[in-house]
């Protein structure tokens, strides 16, 4: 009988993302922090009209977080965290701990669709002082804190690679998805838009 063989997730950034500060050396430190959050598991799960209110009851009974109904809205203060993502679909992530879609289809509705998107998704947290600054360079979502609020969600063109932008706090702290394909191009395009603030990568 032939070994089962386990391959280790390999991140996107290895040997791309070079820990220590870049660009501007400013007297009251660096204005942007730069990390990826790896591994973790990201699972879609989508329903049709008639399916979401089972759906929604599954999740928050299973996860005691309650997915909001209105796009671009995340929630959860622990794990996992939860953004909708359009009507009728969620992104579940959390570390990777669990076969986590394995253990969604085993809770969830048999007519909710669950998708594994872990291996294709890259997650980079940007936080800082001038984070929403970098963001406003890349994008043309209004990143004003009265605007792009606390748990909004939204994707958009973010130097051109499509991502998902999660707002995660007030400091602020920012959790960027983009496609695994994308990732380096992200991270190098917001490590060079950071340098006049000063990046420290970590």
């Given at each position: ?36 959050r790896t ?84 997650i ?7 984070a ?46 983009v ?24």
């Amino acid at each position: 009988m032939a070994d089962t063989v386990i391959l280790a997730r390999r991140s996107a950034l290895a040997g791309v993302l070079q820990p220590g500060d870049h660009g501007a050396n400013r007297f009251d430190g660096p204005g942007i922090h730069l990390t990826e959050r790896t591994p973790f598991s990201v699972v879609q799960v989508e329903a049709r009209a008639e399916a979401i209110p089972s759906l929604i009851g599954a999740l928050e009974s299973d996860t005691s977080t309650a997915p909001s109904l209105t796009p671009n809205q995340s929630a959860g203060i622990g794990q996992p965290r939860i953004l909708g993502t359009g009507t009728g679909k969620w992104l579940v992530v959390e570390p990777e701990t669990r076969d986590l879609a394995g253990h969604l289809r085993s809770v969830l509705p048999d007519s909710v669709a669950v998708t594994d998107l872990s291996h294709a998704r890259t997650i980079l947290r940007l936080s800082g002082r001038d984070a929403r600054t970098l963001l406003a360079k890349g994008c043309s979502i209004d990143m004003h804190p009265s605007e792009f609020l606390i748990d909004t969600s939204r994707m958009t063109g973010l130097f051109h690679a499509a991502a998902l932008i999660d707002c995660r706090s007030a400091e602020p702290v920012f959790d960027i998805y983009v496609h695994r394909s994308y990732a380096v191009h992200l991270f190098e395009s917001l490590l060079d838009g950071a340098l006049e603030h000063g990046c420290r990568v970590s």
